[in-house]
């Protein structure tokens, strides 16, 4: 059973510093994507990563996949109130499946 | 343009109750998914449809769901006789399906309350 598991669950931190949140995935796949939810609200598409290596950049979010590691990291620079939210990583749920299988997605909170 | 919707937002309905949830995808996706968010289990996959192919119900948790699409763009999914631990969130989403990618959008959901 393919299993997604982001690290850490919770993270509290202040403005203007710097973080990274992993999502580790238990299958061979070149495919991860990256979903943002803000509170009471439905997933917002952030990023789509296709290949070993695959390096995207929006704003102060970058994210990265190492398919050899089966590794995706969402990393935060200078973080901002506004980026508070909670951040899910997800992977296609292969052998044909066309479902994507999410992480337990992170808490971000950002203190002023 | 406009994105995936869904209706009713909120549903609160008694135990043993049957429900149904209305999802419009976007125009002109092939691909319509139904998945369900609640605190313990995080999100779940329930079922997905594809164009006129048969639908993969290996999400579904139980036979009182069923869901239909008709015409390839709207989608229904009923719950029969609801449980309290249906209650859950209930998202949609669509996707182009260009190639492998299977980049979703998603609906606002539904919140499903069952007392």
């Known amino acids: 059973e393919l299993k997604v598991e982001q690290n850490p669950l919770f993270l509290s931190m202040q403005e203007g510093k710097n973080y990274t949140i992993y999502c580790n995935y238990s299958?061979?796949?070149?495919?991860l994507y990256w979903y943002r939810q803000d509170p009471g609200k439905s997933l917002e598409s952030l990023f789509v990563?296709?290949?070993?290596?695959a390096v995207k950049q929006e704003g102060r979010l970058m994210a990265s996949l190492d398919t050899k590691a089966r590794l995706s990291t969402l990393h935060i620079t200078a973080a901002v109130h506004d980026l508070s939210a909670t951040y899910f990583c997800?992977?296609?749920?292969?052998?044909?499946?066309?479902?994507?299988?999410f992480g337990q997605g992170t808490r971000l909170t950002i203190n002023p | 343009g406009a994105g995936v919707s869904q209706s009713p937002s909120n549903k609160v309905t008694e135990k043993g109750k049957d429900v149904e949830l209305r999802c419009d995808p976007i125009?002109?996706?092939?691909?319509l998914y139904w998945y369900r968010q609640s605190l313990g289990q995080g999100l779940e996959f329930l079922i997905y449809?594809?164009?006129?192919?048969?639908?993969?119900k290996s999400g579904l948790p139980s036979d009182r769901f069923s869901a239909e699409r008709t015409g390839g763009s709207v989608s229904t999914l009923t719950i029969q006789r609801t449980q309290q631990e249906d209650s859950a969130v209930y998202l949609c989403?669509?996707?182009?399906?260009?190639?492998?990618?299977?980049?979703?959008?998603f609906g606002p959901g539904t919140r499903l309350t069952v007392l």
């Open positions: 989403a669509s996707s182009p399906r260009m190639g492998a990618v299977n980049e979703q959008f």
């Open positions: 299958t061979t796949s070149d495919r």
């Open positions: 990563l296709l290949s070993n290596g």
């Open positions: 997800a992977v296609d749920g292969g052998q044909g499946a066309q479902k994507l299988v």
């Open positions: 125009s002109g996706h092939t691909a």
């Open positions: 449809f594809q164009g006129n192919s048969a639908p993969d």
